[in-house]
């Protein structure tokens, strides 16, 4: 039984292309992620719900009460401090209506 459980939780990865981007797709066992040329990454629970999208540097991230937080940082302050760079913000729900 421990084996099978190990088995069970290891992610399967498949790698390929789509129109010639490629595309990654992660399934868990508890979420599935899709990947699209290193620039989109969406994420699903088991129920088919989004819960994380990242986009060019911007994330966006559905927590368990249904609001949505918003995180980006400014490459340029990185270079001064990384944490210092980070924008963290829920979102309004017509904001993240689109999300």
């Known amino acids: ?5 190990f088995l069970y939780a290891a992610a399967m ?7 010639g981007v490629p595309v990654t797709a992660s399934l868990k066992d508890t979420s599935v992620s ?3 040329d290193e620039r989109y ?3 699903w629970d088991l129920g088919g719900r989004l819960y994380s999208a990242w986009r060019f540097g911007h994330t966006w991230r559905r927590g368990l009460n249904g ?3 918003y995180k980006t940082r400014d490459d340029v302050a990185v270079s001064v401090s990384a944490y210092d760079a980070r924008e963290r913000r829920t979102l ?8």
């Open 34 to 36: 899709l990947a699209a």
């Open 67 to 69: 609001q949505v937080l």
């Open 41 to 43: 990454v969406a994420s």
């Open 1 to 5: 039984m421990t084996a099978w459980r």
């Open 13 to 19: 990865v498949f790698r390929g292309r789509l129109r």
């Open 92 to 99: 309004s729900a017509g904001e993240a209506r689109p999300v």
